[in-house]
Structures are given as structure tokens and as C-alpha cells.
């Protein structure tokens, strides 16, 4: 695993002995490339869920994010990104532990890109697209991307936007309509 872009560009991180299963760099990377064209890295605030090694949150604090908060609910993967925000000299990232459904059930915050990526044998892990709308931890014109595995379709869902696949990966990009946010898709 590595940064692919940012200030901390071509960073290795090597995470051992977390029970994780990270983003490969080829998914990561079609994944930032989409993002590119789509939010300016310098003016958004990021929610990444089921942060794991920190890796999606640790490209987009290289990238320049107003803040990026990690949630995990696993003590070994907080302490290690934990240890990378101070290694890195992170400081537009934290990290809290908490269970992710816990969390989004309290008051909301508002995210301008929230990420997640649950383990893809959580059964609920098909609810929290509704969870993040419901409880509007979305910014107006904010994007939500779930990473998740084939056996989950969200194309009937009222903010889906679009799917893309990368090998087993597949991000689903989820929006507020045009007339709600005030934004087209494109």
C-alpha cells in the first residue's frame, strides 16, 4: 500500500497484523482519479467509516483536505493510524474508535466526501448509505462513496449516482439529486 499523491506522495505504509482488507492501490487510484475531476482536495471535509488502515484517509490528508476524521471500531487499527498521523505529521487527521452504526446514529456532522468501507460479511452493512441521508451527515453537494463487494446493488437507491468496478472492488457513488443539492452529477 502507498500515498499516491500529495505531500506524502509514494509513502509505503505497511500495516501488519490488522484484520483488514485494504483498498488496493489500482482501486484507490481509479478511485482518486474520479475524485479529481469532481471536489477540489483543498476545500472539503472528509468522513472515512470502517477506516481500517487509514489508507483512503491518509490520501486524501496528503491531498490537502480541511480535515479528515477516521472511524474504526477496532483498537489495533486506531492505534496505527494514530501512529501514522504522528509519523506523518498529519494535521488534518484523526481518528476515533467507535462502532461505525453508534456514530452515525448520533447528531451529524456535515462531510463534504464521506467514504466507507465495511467488511463485506457485515450484514448491515447494506444500511448505511440510508443511515448517512436519514441522519444528513452529507453535505449539500457532497459525495458518498461505499466500497463493497458484487453481492450488494445499490441502483434503486434515491441518491445512487453511479458504479464503477476495479477487479472485485466496486465503489458506488451515491448523490443528492440536482434539485435537492443544487449540483449536477457530472
Known amino acids: 500500500m502507498r500515498i499516491i499523491s500529495g505531500s506524502h ?4 505504509l505497511r500495516p501488519e497484523g490488522l484484520p483488514v482488507r485494504p483498498t488496493t492501490d489500482m482501486a484507490k487510484e481509479s478511485l482518486f482519479n474520479i475524485l479529481n475531476n469532481r471536489i477540489d482536495f483543498e476545500d472539503v ?3 472515512d467509516l470502517f477506516a481500517g488502515t487509514g489508507n483512503i484517509s491518509m490520501e486524501f490528508a496528503s491531498r490537502g483536505a480541511i480535515s479528515v476524521l477516521s472511524i474504526d471500531v477496532n483498537g489495533r487499527c486506531v492505534e496505527y493510524i494514530s501512529k501514522m498521523i504522528t509519523d506523518l505529521k498529519f494535521s488534518n487527521l ?3 474508535r467507535a462502532n461505525v452504526f453508534a456514530f452515525l446514529a448520533r447528531p451529524a456532522g456535515s462531510y463534504d466526501v464521506i467514504f466507507a468501507d465495511p467488511p463485506y460479511d457485515l450484514e448491515e452493512r447494506e444500511k448505511v448509505p440510508a443511515l448517512i441521508f436519514e441522519n ?3 453535505a449539500d453537494d457532497g459525495w458518498f462513496i461505499m466500497e463493497h463487494d458484487k453481492r450488494l446493488n445499490f441502483k434503486e437507491h434515491p441518491f445512487f449516482a453511479e458504479e464503477r468496478q476495479y477487479g472485485k472492488i466496486h465503489f458506488t457513488f451515491f448523490k443528492r439529486p440536482e434539485e ?3 449540483e449536477s452529477l457530472d
Do not use: A, N
Not at 506522495?9 to 509505503?12: E, F, L, V
Open 45 to 47: 471535509k472528509v468522513l
Open 180 to 182: 435537492e443539492s443544487g
Open 136 to 138: 444528513k451527515w452529507l
Open 94 to 96: 484523526s481518528t476515533i
Open 9 to 12: 506522495k509514494g509513502r509505503i
